[in-house]
Structures are given as C-alpha cells and as structure tokens.
C-alpha cells in the first residue's frame, strides 16, 4: 500500500479514526491468505473466551446452591458443576492465548510493514527535509509509533470491544435472572466510570504532549552533542553541554510530576466510582436473599459478575490512556509517512538511457531560498568522456551544483541534462545510479571498512572490492590494522582519520563503476604525498568516463578539458589552465596566490631548520 501524499505545504491532519483508517488496510493485507485466515481464527477464538467467561459465574451459581441444598445429591452434583467451572476457566484463558498465539504473526507483520513503509518514506523525502530535521525526535517518533501499533491491535481488537461487550452480556443475564435494577446499578457506574476515565484521560494526555515534547527535546540534545563529540572537546564545552541537557531533564521532570499526580486522581475516582457500584448492588442482592427471593447461589453470582467486570474496567482505564497515547504516536508518524517529497518521479517516468554520459547545464538558476539565489544563468557542458574543473571562492555555488546533478533540488530556472534527457523526467534511482560521487565531507557508517567499501557496490565480489581499495591506495593501510577489512571505523568514520575517511569515500566510488563521476573536493582532507597518488588513481578511474571536478586547490585540475571559474553564483571565466593563465583574470590570481601559498609552506621547515643550526 502506497501512502497518498497530501497538497505541497499542507499540513497533514489526523483524527483517531484518520488514524485507524490508515493502519487497517495492515491487518488485511492483499495477497496474504495465511493472515487473513488468522484474523478469521483470532476472532472466533475471542467470542469462544467471552463466552466462557459470562458462563463462569453461572456454574459458580448452580454449584453454591446444590452445595446449600439437603439430599443425596450432594455428593455428587456439586463435583461435576465445581469440575465444570474449573474447565470453563481454563477455557477462557486457553482461547485468550491461542488467540493472542494466531494473532501475533498478523500484528508483527503490520508492525514490520509500517516500519518500513515509514524508513522508504523518510528516505525519500528532499534533502532539505533531513538537513532541518532533528535525528534524535525523528528516531523516537518511529519508534514510538511502531511500538503503538502493536499495542492498539491486541488491546482495541481484543481487550477494549470484548470488554465492553462483556459488560452488555453481563448487565443483560442479571436483569433476565432478576430485574431491571441489577441491570441500571452496573450500566450506570460503567458509564460513570467510562465518562470520568475520558474526562480525566484528555487532562492527561496534554501533559504527556509536553512529556514527549521534553522527551523528544532531551534525545534530540544528547544525540547531537554525542555526534559533535570532537568540537565538544575542543572547545571544553563538557559543563555547557550538561547544562544544556539538564535543561531538558528539568522541564521533562516537571510534566513527569504532573503526570503522575493526575495518575493518582484518575486512579482513586475510578476506585470511588467502581466501589459505589459494587456495594450498592451487593446490598440490593442481600436484601433479595433476606426476602427469599434469591438463593445464596444468587448472591456469589452476583458478587462473581462484578468482580469479573471490575477487573478488565480497571484494566480499560490503564488502556484507554495507552491507546490514547498510542495514537497521538501514530498520528505523529503517518503524518511523517504522508509529508510531502519535495523532487519526485514523474508518473511513468523511464530509466536514464546512458550514452556516454555527456552532462549538460542550460541556463540554471537555482536557490535554497528563492529570496536568495545561490546559481544565476549557469551554462555549461561536459563532452562524454571528458573532465571539466569548477573552482571559485567558498560560496560561489560550487557543490551546489553537485547536489542539483543528484537531483536532491530541482532547480527554479533552465534545466539539467545527461545524453539530452531532462533528469527531472528521468528516475531518480536510475539518475543516481549513473553517478559517483566522492564528497567534501565523508561519512561513514558505523560498521566495518570492508562494509563501507563494500557499500559502493553491495554485490561486488570481495575481490572486486580489494582492487577497488587498492586504486584507492587505502588497502595497505587496512591490512595493517589487526582486524584487516573487518576494522569497524566507529561513528560516523570516528575512527579513521580525514584523509583515511577520504580514501575509503574514493574506493566505494571506484567500485561503483558509474558512468558520470563528481569529485567535491575529493582530496581536501589528504597530505600532498597521498593527493599525488590518489589523483594519478582518479585519473586511471575518470579515462574514458565524464567527470566532473569540484575544486579548491588549482594544482589538481590543471590537467581539466576545461575549467570553469566560479563567482558569486555566475560562470565568469572559462577554457583550460594554460589559457585561463595567459587572461591574467581571477584564475590567476588565484593561482598566484595559491602558489605563493605553497612556497611558503615549504619554505617554513627548511627556516626552521636553518634556525635550529
């Protein structure tokens, strides 16, 4: 089942039924007899346990009575009714369980199904989306969620309806056997209780909004902190950090008060509400026996009925706060399942037709905000098989054109094409597929490096993935390690140092083999040593394919088809290194710089030497 997304910048909105309305469609899946089959079975299981339930108390009756009655039978007809309640009630808890045992498949199969449909969709909202999302309040609102849904279909199918059917059947057995006073007496105090847990409940429910706000809050701060752990450290910001934290704590703390003092008030009105009810009917049922008109059979059925009513209406007000809460879990995150994506497929769309890759920029114009634009009229185009350099100054535009290639922002103006194909009217997979990237920023999983590597290409053979490691000149490092490819890098590549992260970034690429290939930046973090050797591997990778690099350091693309230079968003230089050179523009002045730059870097340490003698 696809989730229907809602109008662009609509807010969803979800009531309860909205709510049950999406998950049912999970309970009777298409193509899936077997669970069909075991909802069906589920079903029958729970009308055989109410039913022996609402008998129990009948039994219980005729035993006390031919237990108080005189005769020779009295040996006899009370063992068989005491056996025959002693059988009902394991009856009623036998079918309570095997039912729970049929439908826990189906549950956990809905639990598993939304779970995922949430990670797919969550995927593939925009990048915008996940750069303004906060990781820790996102993880508990799906895992909140998933943990609701299993809790609302056992306790709404099997506790909450049962329940209040057991209640009819019961009120409707004591006014058949009696009169219509043992029937009014229950009804009016379920109906009391009822109002007063709804009532009470709501109140409650706003405190655990704030509860989960603070919760969520408190999460969201510990898990960036922890992510941050290196700046945390340089700067000494420990004593900030736990402040800020316990910040949090307090004003969870707060509501967790609140809340537990109205747990409280709930708790004893319901106690007052369900007593009244209790003695009021026990003392109707005395005053029958008393005139003779009920048996002392009557009376332990009586008290036998009540009981078994109070049990499962205590329980309801444990479950209507939890089902409570359980949907505002998930209404949090269907409304997350049904946000917009802000770049999707066109219906229909088909797969990217490669035919060498040629990359084409017309007239881009492109802002995150459109009050802001970061490209203005970007035209340019890479010949399939050739390399073409963008440099300029930091916020010139540079990797945004790297994200507009990926299709991660549809651009406002002009258009993006590979082989003469518009990637908006191309699949996004497809569109990706065809391109590798080595970024700026690499991060990795917290898993091993031959896993990391691996990620480029999941079915490549473990062969396939050593060359790779070997181009990337990462391999000798790793068979160094004690633990060889199966090294785990730590979060988010902790680990491993910048240029180390890099290399392992540059080997899944290779082992890609896509068609287009972007560098960002690709051996920023690397000593010059390693960028020479690196660069002589990306040059063996990038032969004969389109390339495309994004760079601060000038010496690395000197050898471009052609290099573009970059500012405040326009294009404003264009050729190769040696013509760019002879225009004495901005290209090089940058080169100017960077060269002086370079010499002094290497004149410092023969300085120092010269100092030292």
């Known amino acids: 089942m696809r989730p229907t997304t809602i109008e662009a910048g609509q807010k969803a909105s979800f009531g309860?039924?909205?709510?049950?309305?999406?998950?049912?469609?999970?309970?009777?899946?298409?193509?899936?007899?077997?669970?069909k089959a075991r909802v069906v079975a589920a079903m029958v299981l729970l009308v055989c346990a109410k039913v022996a339930t609402v008998t129990i108390p009948l039994v219980l009756r005729e035993a006390v009575d031919a237990l108080t009655a005189v005769g020779d039978l009295i040996l006899v007809l009370?063992?068989?009714?005491?056996?025959?309640?002693?059988?009902?009630?394991?009856?009623?808890?036998?079918?309570?369980?095997?039912?729970?045992?049929?439908?826990?498949?189906?549950?956990?199969?809905?639990?598993?199904?939304?779970?995922?449909?949430?990670?797919?969709?969550?995927?593939?909202?925009?990048?915008?989306?996940?750069?303004?999302?906060?990781?820790?309040?996102?993880?508990?609102?799906?895992?909140r969620g998933t943990k609701g849904i299993e809790f609302l279909l056992f306790f709404t199918a099997f506790s909450v309806i049962p329940t209040l059917i057991e209640v009819l059947l019961a009120c409707g057995i004591l006014w058949y056997l009696f009169d219509w006073r043992f029937a009014v007496i229950p009804f009016v105090s379920i109906f009391a209780f009822v109002v007063f847990t709804f009532k009470v409940t709501e109140w409650r429910i706003e405190i655990r909004k704030r509860m989960n706000d603070a919760d969520n809050d408190a999460n969201t701060k510990a898990i960036d902190s922890l992510l941050n752990f290196e700046t945390v450290k340089y700067f000494g910001n420990e004593g900030h950090e736990a402040e800020r934290y316990d910040g949090a704590l307090k004003v969870y703390e707060e509501a967790s008060i609140k809340s537990r003092t109205s747990l409280s008030i709930l708790n004893v009105g319901q106690s007052v509400i369900i007593a009244i009810g209790i003695t009021l009917l026990m003392i109707l049922a005395g005053m029958g026996v008393v005139a003779g008109t009920m048996t002392v059979g009557d009376f332990v059925m009586v008290n036998a009925y009540l009981l078994q009513l109070a049990m499962p209406l205590n329980f309801l007000g444990t479950v209507y706060?939890?089902?409570?809460?359980?949907?505002?879990?998930?209404?949090?995150?269907?409304?997350?399942?049904?946000?917009?994506?802000?770049?999707?497929?066109?219906?229909?769309?088909?797969?990217?037709?490669?035919?060498?890759?040629?990359?084409?920029?017309?007239?881009?114009?492109?802002?995150?905000?459109?009050?802001?634009?970061?490209?203005?009229?970007?035209?340019?185009?890479?010949?399939?098989?050739?390399?073409?350099?963008?440099?300029?100054?930091?916020?010139?535009?540079?990797?945004t054109i790297s994200r507009i290639l990926f299709r991660f922002y549809d651009v406002l103006e002009g258009s993006v094409k590979i082989d003469g194909q518009d990637i908006r009217a191309v699949t996004q997979d497809s569109l990706r597929g065809a391109i590798g990237i080595v970024p700026q920023d690499t991060v990795l999983f917290n898993d091993t490096v031959g896993y990391n590597v691996h990620y480029g290409r999941p079915g490549a053979s473990e062969a396939e993935m050593v060359e790779a490691a070997r181009l990337a000149r990462i391999h000798d490092f790793v068979e160094g390690l004690p633990d060889g490819y199966a090294t785990t890098v730590?979060?988010?590549?902790?680990?491993?140092?910048?240029?180390?992260?890099?290399?392992?970034?540059?080997?899944?690429?290779?082992?890609?083999?896509?068609?287009?290939?972007?560098?960002?930046?690709?051996?920023?973090a690397l000593d010059t040593k390693t960028e020479r050797e690196i660069q002589a591997s990306l040059r063996e990778v990038s032969r004969d394919r389109t390339t495309l690099v994004i760079a601060h350091r000038l010496s690395t693309v000197v050898e471009a088809d052609e290099i573009l230079v970059l500012e405040q968003g326009r294009i404003v230089e264009r050729g190769?290194?040696?013509?760019?050179?002879?225009?004495?523009?901005?290209?090089?002045?940058?080169?100017?710089?960077?060269?002086?730059?370079?010499?002094?870097?290497?004149?410092?340490?023969?300085?120092?030497?010269?100092a030292a003698e």
């Open 16 to 35: 309860q039924v909205k709510v049950l309305t999406n998950l049912l469609p999970y309970l009777w899946p298409q193509g899936r007899s077997d669970l």
């Open 78 to 143: 009370p063992l068989s009714l005491l056996l025959a309640y002693g059988v009902m009630r394991v009856a009623a808890l036998a079918f309570g369980e095997l039912r729970d045992g049929l439908f826990a498949r189906v549950a956990q199969n809905a639990v598993r199904r939304v779970a995922l449909a949430t990670f797919r969709h969550v995927h593939a909202l925009s990048l915008r989306f996940h750069l303004e999302r906060q990781t820790g309040g996102l993880s508990r609102a799906i895992d």
């Open 321 to 399: 706060r939890e089902i409570k809460q359980s949907l505002i879990d998930l209404e949090t995150m269907f409304k997350l399942l049904t946000s917009d994506a802000e770049v999707t497929d066109k219906p229909d769309a088909p797969a990217l037709a490669l035919d060498g890759g040629a990359v084409t920029f017309e007239n881009v114009s492109f802002g995150y905000d459109p009050r802001r634009p970061i490209l203005k009229d970007v035209s340019f185009s890479v010949k399939a098989g050739d390399t073409v350099a963008i440099v300029g100054p930091s916020g010139a535009g540079k990797s």
């Open 490 to 524: 730590g979060e988010r590549g902790l680990k491993l140092s910048g240029g180390e992260k890099q290399r392992v970034a540059i080997a899944r690429t290779i082992l890609k083999r896509p068609e287009i290939l972007l560098f960002d930046e690709a051996t920023s």
């Open 576 to 610: 190769r290194h040696e013509s760019l050179l002879s225009q004495k523009g901005v290209y090089a002045q940058m080169w100017a710089r960077q060269q002086a730059a370079s010499s002094d870097d290497e004149a410092e340490p023969a300085t120092a030497d010269n």
